[in-house]
C-alpha cells in the first residue's frame, strides 16, 4: 500500500433549500432521503474504515444540519474543515467518494484520484447520451448504485487500491469518460 496516503475522503453533497436548474437533481423534499444513503454508506463501512473517514460537506448547504446529524450518528467520523482545497486534499486521500454526480466527481476522476462513487439514478438522471460512458464506470466498479455496494468496493480496496484503479478495465473506463466530460490541459 502506499503509505504516503491516508484516509477516505467523503466529499458528499448536503443539498441546497434553493433548487437550481443547471443539471438534475433532488428537490427540496427528496434531500432527506438522499442523507439517509449517505448515512447508509457510512454505516456500511466496517468499523476500522469508518474511523478513517472525512466527510467534507458542501458548505452552501450547511442549512440541513448535516455536520451536527453525522457529529450525532457517527461520532468517529471527522468532518474536513476547508482549510485545504479540494484537490489537494483528494490527492492527499487513499480514496475519494463522492455521493452525488457533479463537479468533484469529474474533479476527482480528472485527477486521477482512486475514487469510488454512488448516487441514485432516479434523483440524480443520466442523459440518454452519457448512459454508455456511465455504464462502463458501472462495470469498473467506479460507480455503484447503492450506498451498500459503494461501501463495499471501499472495504475491497481500500488497503491498496492501486492495482483496481490501475487495471486496464479501470483505467480504460475512466479515461474514456474524463476524455468526454472532464478533460483538463
Known amino acids: ?3 504516503r496516503k491516508a ?10 433549500r434553493s433548487p437550481h436548474h443547471l443539471y438534475h437533481s433532488p ?9 439517509q444513503w449517505r448515512d447508509a454508506f457510512i454505516a456500511a463501512l466496517p468499523d476500522r474504515l469508518r474511523a478513517s473517514l472525512s466527510v467534507r460537506l458542501d458548505p452552501m448547504g450547511r442549512d440541513w444540519g448535516q455536520p451536527e446529524r453525522i457529529r450525532a450518528c ?10 485545504t482545497p479540494f484537490l489537494d486534499r483528494a490527492r492527499r486521500a487513499r480514496l475519494v467518494v463522492t455521493d ?14 482512486p475514487s469510488v462513487h ?5 434523483r440524480w ?3 440518454d447520451g452519457t448512459r454508455a460512458a456511465f455504464a462502463a464506470l458501472k462495470k469498473a466498479k467506479i460507480i455503484h448504485d447503492s450506498p451498500e455496494g459503494a461501501a463495499l468496493q471501499v472495504a475491497a480496496v481500500y488497503e491498496n487500491p492501486r492495482p483496481w484503479w490501475d487495471s486496464p478495465e479501470v483505467r480504460q473506463a475512466r479515461e474514456d469518460f474524463t476524455r468526454l466530460f472532464a478533460r483538463t490541459d
Open 125 to 127: 438522471e443520466v442523459r
Open 100 to 113: 452525488h454526480p457533479t463537479t468533484v466527481f469529474l474533479e476527482t476522476l480528472a485527477l486521477g484520484a
Open 1 to 3: 500500500p502506499d503509505d
Open 7 to 16: 484516509g477516505i475522503l467523503l466529499a458528499a453533497t448536503a443539498g441546497l
Open 74 to 83: 457517527f461520532p468517529e467520523v471527522a468532518q474536513d474543515d476547508f482549510k
Open 27 to 35: 428537490l427540496e423534499w427528496q434531500w432527506l432521503e438522499h442523507f
Open 118 to 122: 454512488f448516487w441514485r439514478e432516479d
